[in-house]
């Protein structure tokens, strides 16, 4: 993908509002909560679709929701899928019941040699999945059969509903909420988990504002800018908005150390961005923080520092996500997030050569 949504006027990157708003109700007049028949396509490499796939772990919609992940590479037709195998056993064996990510990361912490992985390499189960329900070829398929006239991006993720085929919704933000509004609570035994209580939706809602706008996005405007000033402008603006949550994470930690002691446990047991508990807010800034030092500081150029040498709050808090939750390391896969980035945006890096590093990619607790 060469072309960005820069605006040709100042080179500001202006990210596009999603088309199909949804939700899944029982008083919705079509999309009734139902097993097995809402689907998501994901991207491993594409932020905002891992909120979606950590939140379907997380709420044990597994075996629920379906799942397709597109190949990592995005082309000038958009994103892919692998060739559907005549082999009906290995989609069976592979597809839908697996593990929390869908797709076999545990290679994804070994740094080897990317060199060898051309752009249509055909792993099936590594580089992605066939797409079970149709057999497209192409994410831009299902959009097509949803709405034919449609003439806007063909993103992921995307909530499918395969008994009326057509997108349910594909904003991230809303496929959230979907997936933790407990419509689906009939059909899973543990339904304890709510990522967004009610006591706290105010104070989630006010950090996952600013932390879009200026992290989740922000790097993306300082990555995609076209202009020095533009970048410049929005680079210090991420960086201002890490110190923020820095500061935020420290006193939080602080206090946690204080009430349970300097060595006990319970700390990280509590240490989220809001309240104590395990939250939306803090999917929402994983999936950022996680590429963080992998991509966005080489290839969005946010350099200034890095989250492991540079923010050592928000870097505890990461790792304790990452080595302490299943359905936050499951679903992080390094070598889609690398090989995403560094061979789709040819603008940004024309000759797709990946770079190896950081070793490793996320550090130990
Ligand atoms: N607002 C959307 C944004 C999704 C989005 O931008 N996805 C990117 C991948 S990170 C995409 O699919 N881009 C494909 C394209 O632009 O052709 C959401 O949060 O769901």
Not at 45 to 66: D, Y
Not at 70 to 86: A, E, I, M, Q
Not at 179 to 192: A, C, I, W, Y
Not at 315 to 332: A, I, K, Q
Request: glycine share 4%; with cysteine.
């Amino acid at each position: 993908m060469s072309k960005q949504w820069a605006d040709p006027k100042d080179g500001a990157f202006k990210r596009q509002v999603s088309s199909f708003r949804e939700i899944i109700s029982p008083n919705h007049p079509i999309y009734k909560p139902a097993m097995n028949r809402y689907w998501l396509y994901v991207s491993l490499a594409c932020p905002w679709a891992h909120r979606t796939l950590i939140a379907r772990s997380l709420k044990h919609l597994n075996s629920v929701i379906g799942l397709v992940v597109v190949h990592w590479h995005l082309d000038s037709n958009g994103w892919r899928f692998l060739k559907y195998p005549t082999d009906k056993a290995s989609i069976d064996e592979n597809i839908y019941h697996t593990i929390s990510g869908g797709i076999d990361n545990s290679q994804s912490l070994e740094i080897k040699p990317f060199a060898s992985i051309p752009n249509d390499s055909d792993r099936l189960w590594i580089d992605g999945t066939p797409d079970p329900l149709n057999q497209f070829q192409r994410l831009k398929d299902l959009y097509l059969k949803s709405e034919p006239g449609y003439d806007a991006r063909f993103t992921v993720p995307v909530l499918w509903d395969s008994q009326t085929n057509t997108i349910v919704n594909n904003e991230s933000s809303e496929i959230l909420r979907i997936l933790n509004s407990g419509v689906f609570d009939e059909f899973v035994k543990d339904t304890t988990i709510d990522l967004v209580p009610r006591e706290l939706e105010t104070q989630i809602d006010e950090f996952n504002s600013w932390v879009y706008d200026n992290i989740n996005n922000g790097v993306y405007k300082a990555g995609f800018a076209e202009s020095a000033i533009e970048y410049e402008k929005e680079v210090k603006n991420v960086f201002e908005h890490l110190d923020r949550v820095e500061q935020l994470f420290k006193n939080k930690y602080l206090a946690l150390e204080k009430k349970y002691g300097p060595d006990s446990k319970e700390i990280l047991q509590h240490f989220y961005a809001i309240g104590d508990q395990l939250t939306e807010a803090d999917i929402r800034l994983y999936t950022t923080i996680v590429r963080f030092d992998p991509v966005y500081v080489q290839h969005f150029k946010c350099n200034l520092t890095t989250i492991r040498d540079g923010y050592p709050y928000v870097h505890l808090w990461l790792r304790n996500l990452y080595w302490n939750n299943d359905s936050f390391r499951l679903t992080t896969n390094f070598n889609h997030i690398k090989l995403h980035y560094t061979r789709s945006h040819t603008r940004i890096n024309p000759l797709s050569i990946t770079p190896l590093g950081p070793n490793p990619h996320i550090k130990p607790l």
